[in-house]
């Protein structure tokens, strides 16, 4: 298919593609989502769609994912880049200012519903539609999550025995963590290891990076023994890092989620993001997040056309 026009920046309407790519990649969206209640087309349904993020890199390649996908269908669209938090951007689609943004499946279910319990991705994404505000929806979620994960070099498998949080627990009192300082208080972080499996580190090492460099470097210069890193972060296959697995399901599914609100979408924009989270894997988000962070610094919207691109958009 002919590649579609390069998206527009902040808060710039993007004009509707022809006809024909319209009516073309129309006939090959899918049916109406019955996770969005009245999330489909409706008499209220904007004419053009702005598509908010918030403010990290991974969640405005996700942004230009949305908006090139829409795009491709007819819908014109505007962006409005790095809302900042949840609360803010909730707030903000809830609102009308934006449309739809992409989220992350387990954290947007607990901060609709503090008390839930759900952890797997099927009960989460069940949940979820119940517990939102009155008036907002999500549509379908994609393969593609990022969620934290405990990892170790090599070295440190290797030395004590380590495949799985259940293998560290055996050892904990004798590792260091590293891990944002929001770990310290979360559910499902020291509180989570210990209630979960017995774990309690020999002490915590606090670094306020997101699981970033400092992060990463404090694992590989043996300050820390374990590190928390989100599962999309291109350094824990380029260094080779051991993720530990989680059979008691700690860390609950973080699939990647468009939040909307009930009716605010054509149709048309709803078949397309349906589509394009069909499409959308963990891998994926590897390599975009590489592309755009790592050394090659490529601009988070020419990433997402180049994935689009390649997808049949």
Known sequence: MTAFAPLRRRRSAAPALGAALALGLTACG???????????????????????????????????????????????????????????????????????????????????????????????????PGALPEGLAVLEPAE?????????????????????????????????????????????????????????????????????????????????DVADIFSTTPSIADNDLVVLEDPENNFIAQQVVPLTADGRLPQEAVDALNELSGKLSTEDLVELNRRVSGEEQVNAADAAQEWLSANGY
């Not at 689609?93 to 503090?114: E, H, K, M, Q, T």
């Not at 994960?149 to 090599?154: G, Q, S």
């Not at 499996?197 to 990463?216: H, K, M, Q, R």
């Open 30 to 128: 899918g049916g109406g989502d019955p996770l969005a209640g009245e999330g489909g087309a409706s008499a209220s349904a904007v004419q053009t769609v702005t598509v908010g993020s918030a403010d990290f890199p991974e969640n405005e390649i996700l942004a230009h994912l949305y908006a090139g996908a829409i795009e491709s269908v007819g819908v014109e669209v505007e962006t409005d880049l790095a809302i900042g938090s949840r609360e803010a951007y909730v707030g903000a689609v809830r609102d009308g200012a934006v449309d739809v943004i992409p989220d992350y499946s387990g954290n947007l279910l607990l901060f609709a519903d503090p008390e839930a319990t759900a952890s797997s991705a099927e009960e989460i994404m069940d949940a979820l």
């Open 144 to 224: 593609a999550q990022n969620k934290d994960t405990l990892v170790v070099t090599p070295e440190t498998a290797e030395q004590f025995g380590l495949t799985s949080i259940a293998d560290m627990a055996e050892v904990c009192d004798r590792l260091v963590l590293a891990a944002t300082p929001e770990f310290a208080e979360r559910a499902y972080g020291l509180q989570g290891l210990e209630e979960n499996y017995g774990c309690v580190p020999a002490s915590f090492e606090p670094i306020n990076d997101g699981g970033g460099p400092l992060t990463l470097q404090a694992l590989l210069d043996g300050d820390a």
